[in-house]
């Protein structure tokens, strides 16, 4: 991802939509997003657009006037860098501060805590 382009919590939404179904057009990522969130079209367009000023996606020529929208990034490469933002903002880039902070959570099961130790052993082999 490049450093210039850090998606809101907006943006990734709709960056999500285009990770499953891209190219697409705007018409197409609001009727996905208008489904679990209360947006107007023309905010989705108008955020759409802003995001190809930004970098965060490539247009091409679709059908008539309109345009299809595409992620500049992966999935993975924007993904990464938003943990590792959000690692370093708030925990002061130590991974261990987060992993504590997360299993001290009530919310975590204890199927998860094995899961975790699982996944610790594996990384030790």
């Known amino acids: 991802m490049t450093k210039r382009s850090k998606p809101s919590a907006a943006e990734t939404a709709i ?25 107007g079209y023309t905010t989705t367009l108008k955020q759409v ?4 000023d930004k970098g965060l996606v490539k247009r091409q020529p679709g059908e ?12 993975t490469e924007t993904k990464s860098a938003l ?4 690692v370093e903002n708030t925990f002061g880039n130590s991974v261990s501060d987060l992993v504590m902070h997360a ?17 610790i052993a594996k990384l030790e082999e």
């Not at 179904?21 to 947006?39: G, R």
């Not at 657009?49 to 190809?52: K, L, V």
């Not at 943990?83 to 959000?86: E, V």
């Open 83 to 86: 943990f590792n933002r959000f």
């Open 103 to 119: 299993l001290g959570n009530e919310k975590t099961s204890d199927a998860e805590i094995d899961a975790i130790k699982a996944f």
């Open 49 to 52: 657009q802003r995001m190809h």
């Open 15 to 39: 960056l999500t939509v285009l990770w499953e179904k891209q190219p697409c057009p705007v018409k197409d990522i609001h009727a996905i997003l208008s489904q679990t969130k209360d947006v």
């Open 64 to 75: 008539g006037k309109s345009y299809v929208y595409s992620a500049v990034d992966s999935e």
